[in-house]
Nanobody, 120 residues
Framework: QVQLAESGGGLVQAGGSLRLSCAAS???????MGWFRQAPGKEREFVAA????????NYADSVKGRFAISRDNAKNTMYLQMNSLKPEDTAIYYC??????????????WGQGTQVTVSS
């Protein structure tokens, strides 16, 4: 099992930017990674995913054009650059590792989450 740890969350005004990081405890070949989020009273939803090589990336429609997922396998770290943030982006953001997918059930490893709050 791989331990994942998120960082970079915080409070930002609408229109601002944040960059989340997710550090993995070890390198695992062919290990896709993704970001999910959960707002109060709502189910966990897919945000973005990236394949092991970085050659495939997928985004939820709600974040396309605003968020960018990337990874640095040399550092065992994945990133989520979030621009033009909106109040509806407020949620706990989780990173996950496993098979390239938009479904949470395809991921075996999860971080503890980092809070992102966007004020209007």
């Amino acid at each position: 099992q791989v331990q994942l740890a998120e960082s970079g969350g915080g409070l930002v005004q609408a229109g601002g930017s944040l960059r989340l990081s997710c550090a993995a405890s070890r390198r695992t070949f062919n290990y896709a990674m993704g970001w999910f989020r959960q707002a109060p009273g709502k189910e966990r939803e897919f945000v973005a995913a990236i394949s092991w090589s970085g050659g495939s990336r997928n985004y939820a429609d709600s974040v396309k054009g605003r968020f960018a997922i990337s990874r640095d396998n040399a550092k065992n770290t994945m990133y989520l650059q979030m621009n033009s943030l909106k109040p509806e982006d407020t949620a706990i953001y989780y990173c996950a590792g496993g098979s390239y997918s938009s479904w949470p059930s395809n991921y075996d490893d999860w971080g503890q989450g980092t809070q992102v709050t966007v004020s209007s």
